[in-house]
């Protein structure tokens, strides 16, 4: 069997890496069960949670696709069909907030260029993982690319809906305060 582990440091890299993604979905779990009431109750907040929940494990069943000893070939397909699986959502994001419901995008801090941002790293993951068959270094090139676009645009995407939520915190604090007020 020709061993894709075989390529020396993309191994070490791709330890780090999906070590990160693990250690940011324990992170991320934390954090949203710190403020579930407000995002469970606010939908684009919520959806963007669960969105970037399937991003961070899409990338640690990336890296251990990498990692698991087994022919370049099947490496190859799967990173392809994982991209190609993961391309669905900046597709459907796009979809839901510029066509169908675009007061709720607004609201909930979407934009197209956060799409177009995953839609450009899962291209990128589709395009490294066919390459892999031929150039295997080029290929993880582009599939490490993607992979770190992906986790930067996660941690950012997280930090700004823990923004909004804290927003949401401080505007209902205000509002308790006022009817307080009100009663005396």
Do not use: C
């Not at 929940?53 to 069943?61: A, E, N, P």
């Amino acid at each position: 069997m020709d061993h894709f582990g075989k390529l020396g440091s993309w191994n070490e890299l791709y330890v780090m890496l999906g070590s990160s993604s693990a250690a940011l979905i324990g992170l991320l779990f934390v954090a949203t069960s710190l403020h579930l009431d407000e995002i469970v109750n606010n939908v684009s907040y919520r959806t963007r949670a669960r969105n970037n929940s399937y991003t961070l494990i899409f990338t640690l069943v990336e890296a251990a696709i990498i990692l698991t000893p087994q022919p370049i070939a099947v490496v190859s397909v799967a990173l392809v069909l994982i991209n190609l699986a993961m391309l669905w959502f900046p597709i459907k994001n796009v979809y839901l907030y510029t066509l169908k419901n675009r007061d709720m995008g607004i609201r909930g801090g979407w934009t197209v260029w956060r799409s177009a941002i995953y839609f450009v790293a899962f291209v990128l993951g589709i395009t490294g993982g066919a390459l892999v068959l031929s150039r295997p270094d080029a290929g993880l090139f582009l599939v490490t690319t993607g992979y770190v676009i992906v986790l930067v645009n996660v941690v950012l995407n997280s930090w700004s809906i823990m923004i909004g939520v804290g927003q949401l915190e401080k505007t209902a604090k205000k509002k308790q305060g006022r009817s307080r007020k009100r009663r005396s």
